[in-house]
């Protein structure tokens, strides 16, 4: 079929960075490095994961803009959430 | 073959591409909702973690971390087994579909199996809030037990999801069987697929969110 898709050599390399990512995360959360860079770290490696996935096994590199803007608009609402929440709860303490 | 393609076009579309960009927006419809479903409990995780992160280090130290380990590397390798299974059929090959479902099949349930094992491990080390937590175990108690229910509830409610991933692989396999999927036609494998990575990527997160909080 000649629609875009990618390549079986792409799978297996999305693959073997998967394992590494996890490798490292695996190996750094043993690593005492302080909290803040610890989590920074843990989700950053979250978040580059879930973007290799997304865009090559799940096809979105590849997929037309409207099936595009559909597979955003779940993570423009969950950071809408997150953000009214904290803008509350984080500035409760506050005072003026 | 023509014939046969022709007839897997429904009759509200004017093409097979039409068809395919409709059941890709479909399936992402309900995925961008399955994020807000699990979003809740990551919102109420991440409140609950700013508030008393003690004991959710306390809690997160008591969890079985190897474990936890294996099973993200079985349920990645699981996803790269399902992107080879849309990449064979996409290619016809309906041998190695087959295959390849049934290789992802076998990774969702290990993964599965041992997460019960350790639901187990779990229950015998008096984890478990309201069955038999044991506070005296732990010097934050009450916020570890917090972190322990959110445990259960989001690994709980991945592990539903899991097993509506493998029921719907069981029924593409018997599908795949009868030699319904080609080329033209396979929506189904992708569509199936596309829920099963996404399964994948809450358990990228749950992973360093219940095992790996440290001081």
């Known amino acids: 079929m000649p629609s875009a898709r990618p390549q079986r050599r792409t799978l297996f390399i999305v693959y073997v960075s998967l394992i590494v990512l996890l490798a490292i995360t695996a ?8 909290s803040n860079i610890h989590d920074l770290l843990a989700f950053g490696i979250s978040a ?4 290799l996935i997304v865009a ?3 096809e979105v590199h590849y997929d037309k803009g409207v099936v595009r803007v559909f597979a ?3 993570i423009v609402w969950l950071f809408l959430l997150f953000l009214f929440t904290f803008t509350d709860y984080l500035t409760r303490a506050w005072r003026f | 073959m023509s014939e046969d393609a022709s007839s897997t076009i429904r009759e509200q579309f004017e093409t097979r591409s039409q068809q395919e960009e409709a059941d890709s927006l479909g399936i992402w419809t309900f995925l961008s909702t399955e994020i807000l479903f699990f979003g809740g409990l990551f919102l109420c995780y991440t409140v609950y973690r700013t508030h008393y992160h003690a004991g959710f280090v306390e809690g997160s130290k008591h969890l079985y971390y190897s474990i936890g380990t294996i099973n993200t590397f079985v349920l990645l390798t699981s996803s790269l087994f399902m992107a080879l299974a849309v990449h064979s059929i996409q290619d016809g090959d309906r041998k190695k579909l087959r295959l390849f479902l049934l290789l992802t099949f076998a990774f969702g349930a290990t993964f599965l199996g041992l997460k019960l094992c350790e639901y187990y491990l779990d229950y015998r080390e008096h984890l478990v809030p309201a069955v038999n937590f044991r506070p005296g ?18 690994t ?3 592990a539903i999801h899991m097993t509506i991933g493998l029921s719907a692989l069981t ?7 009868k030699d319904e999927f080609s080329t033209e036609y396979h929506s189904p494998v992708r569509v199936v697929g596309l829920y099963w990575h996404f399964v994948d990527i809450v358990w990228v997160f749950l992973y360093p969110m219940l095992y790996l ?3």
């Open chain 1, 72 to 74: 955003g608009a779940g």
């Open chain 1, 27 to 34: 190996v750094a959360g043993r690593i005492s490095v302080g």
């Open chain 1, 56 to 58: 090559i096994f799940m």
């Open chain 2, 137 to 154: 175990d732990f010097s934050h108690a009450a916020s570890a037990e917090i972190f322990l229910f959110l445990y259960f509830a989001m």
């Open chain 2, 156 to 158: 709980g409610l991945h």
């Open chain 2, 171 to 177: 029924y593409l396999y018997l599908r795949a069987r």
């Open chain 1, 48 to 51: 580059a994961k879930t973007a």
């Open chain 2, 213 to 215: 909080v440290t001081n």
